[in-house]
């Protein structure tokens, strides 16, 4: 696909995905055979079957994957500072020894959809007005649009995004109309409600640092959050 062209897309993509905005159907990845050994220093890639019982695939956890599907997006549709609120939520909530709870994630974000021109690009994760708790992951992200790779599911194994009676654990491909719920404290029940009231008690005097959260080593991270709230290991 010739970029900046978009007469070369076939007439039934264009129309399916009218709603899109340009600069994501155009976008080429530049990914490599290069780049892909490099990747894969990194992250485990299957390639064959044989190689199968030698990585572990990289893919969405379970509260991932349950988050994918209340709000009807595929993982392209989600810009990249969402997924690092996902997983810096989890982190938190697995250090703080917390239960993880959609409602609570969803307690602190909303889905947005930017719009220009009135069609759709990569759908974010907003903090709520007034639960902000988390920094973003980057302030900016340029060149996130050309690196990705089509994954295939090994044959004769169940692929990840679907569950054991065959059926899809979340959207593979983008939706016109994501939308995420909304809960309010009230709306949750006591032990979703605790959760809530460590993580806002964590950030009083300052944001969680998503970036630190997530690149950081396990130590590091357990010194820095045990500096705002005591708790066992």
């Known amino acids: ?28 990845s530049v990914v490599d055979e290069e780049l892909l050994a490099s990747f894969r220093k990194a992250h485990a890639v299957c ?12 893919a969405p956890t379970s509260e991932e994957r349950d988050v994918l599907f209340e709000c009807r997006v595929a993982p392209t549709q989600l810009h990249p500072n969402s997924w690092g609120f996902m997983k810096a939520f989890q982190s938190v909530c697995w250090y703080l020894q917390l239960d993880l709870s959609l409602r609570a994630f969803f307690y602190f974000f909303h889905l947005t959809r930017p719009f220009s021109q009135k069609k759709s690009r990569w ?12 920094s ?52 949750l029940d006591k032990e979703d409600q605790e959760v809530v009231t460590v993580l806002k008690e964590c950030c009083t005097k300052a944001l969680f640092n998503t970036k630190t959260l997530l690149t950081r080593s396990p130590s590091y991270v357990r010194t820095e959050l045990g500096s705002r709230l005591s708790f066992d290991n």
């Not at 696909?1 to 080429?28: C, F, Q, T, Y």
Request: aromatic share 20%; net charge negative; hydrophobic share 35%.
């Open 1 to 28: 696909m010739a970029r900046g062209d978009i007469s070369v897309l076939p007439a039934n993509v264009l129309e399916d995905m009218d709603w899109v905005e340009d600069v994501v159907l155009l976008s080429k």
């Open 47 to 58: 390639s064959t079957v044989e190689e199968e019982s030698k990585y572990e695939l990289v």
């Open 123 to 134: 759908a974010s994760f907003r903090a709520r007005e007034g639960r902000r708790i988390f």
């Open 136 to 187: 973003l992951y980057e302030e900016s992200f340029h060149d996130f649009k050309n690196y990705y790779f089509k994954v295939r599911a090994v044959e004769g194994f169940r692929p990840f995004f679907e569950n054991e009676r065959g059926e899809y654990q979340f959207r593979l491909y983008w939706y016109s109309g994501p939308e995420s719920p909304k809960f309010d404290f009230n709306d």
